[in-house]
């Protein structure tokens, strides 16, 4: 688990006055995502065991998931707003994570390839033990392709560290046939809207007016 900034670490990013912002998170996606939004935070990696519970929805995983990300961090950084997020592909009412590596990320796409499937990206903001949980729901329509173009995909872009092995903002995209959202962030990994809609309601200011 990486070491949690301190509040002097934290005064020397943010203008004065600002809330404390931790996304709770190591992913360069979520952190490229939140960055977008101008506002300062610090990535504190939650240390969750992202294992799905015996009869959980995928649905049911997400935003548990995403609500305990937060909540960890929040633990050990009362004063400060955490966001906390987590993404999970409902294949018909069964789970699928990150691959972790090329034969897993082969078989993930040869079981969607023809399918409509829902990509369930769910975001918490806490603070303290407060906490609250949006989830967003993405259709996604994957192409019926043949194995050795799923294979040259995989080798091309190497997306071992996303839920459903294909990244919709780069070559994934080729992958796939129909894109379905009320957030065009949700796919990537962190709904931005709804991110926005949940900082504003923390009194975060948004764009910031300088």
Same mark, same amino acid.
Not at 110 to 134: D, E, N, P, W, Y
Not at 140 to 160: C, G, H, M
């Given at each position: 688990?990486?070491?949690?900034?301190?509040?002097?670490?934290?005064?020397?990013?943010?203008?004065?006055?600002?809330?404390?912002? &931790?996304?709770?998170?190591?992913?360069?996606?979520?952190?490229?995502?939140?960055?977008?939004?101008?506002?300062?935070?610090?990535?504190?990696?939650?240390?969750?065991?992202?294992?799905?519970?015996?009869?959980?929805?995928?649905?049911?995983?997400?935003?548990?998931?995403?609500?305990?990300?937060?909540?960890?961090?929040?633990?050990?950084?009362?004063?400060?707003?955490? &966001?906390?997020?987590?993404?999970?592909?409902?294949?018909?009412?069964?789970?699928?994570?990150?691959?972790?590596?090329?034969?897993k990320a082969l078989?993930?796409?040869?079981?969607?390839?023809?399918?409509?499937?829902?990509?369930?990206?769910?975001?918490?903001?806490?603070?303290?033990? &407060?906490?609250?949980?949006?989830?967003?729901?993405?259709?996604?329509?994957?192409?019926?392709?043949?194995?050795?173009?799923?294979?040259?995909?995989?080798?091309?872009?190497?997306?071992?560290?996303?839920?459903?092995?294909?990244?919709?903002?780069?070559?994934? &995209?080729?992958?796939?046939?129909?894109?379905?959202?009320?957030?065009?962030?949700?796919?990537?990994?962190?709904?931005?809207?709804?991110?926005?809609?949940?900082?504003?309601?923390?009194?975060?200011?948004?764009p910031r007016v300088?």
């Open positions: 688990m990486s070491a949690v900034p301190s509040p002097s670490d934290l005064s020397t990013i943010l203008p004065k006055g600002a809330q404390k912002l &931790i996304l709770a998170s190591t992913s360069k996606y979520r952190k490229e995502l939140l960055t977008r939004l101008g506002v300062p935070f610090t990535c504190v990696s939650p240390g969750v065991d992202e294992q799905a519970l015996t009869g959980e929805s995928p649905m049911a995983m997400a935003l548990r998931l995403a609500e305990a990300k937060a909540l960890a961090i929040s633990k050990i950084e009362p004063d400060a707003w955490v &966001i906390g997020s987590d993404q999970v592909v409902d294949l018909q009412g069964v789970a699928m994570g990150k691959p972790g590596d090329h034969a078989k993930q796409l040869q079981t969607l390839r023809g399918k409509t499937v829902q990509f369930h990206t769910a975001v918490c903001l806490a603070k303290g033990s &407060i906490s609250q949980v949006m989830n967003v729901i993405t259709d996604v329509t994957f192409r019926d392709l043949d194995d050795a173009t799923l294979n040259a995909y995989l080798l091309a872009e190497t997306p071992y560290d996303c839920a459903g092995s294909a990244k919709s903002e780069g070559l994934g &995209i080729c992958l796939l046939e129909k894109v379905q959202s009320d957030d065009p962030t949700a796919l990537i990994g962190l709904p931005l809207i709804a991110v926005c809609t949940l900082l504003r309601d923390a009194g975060f200011q948004i300088v």
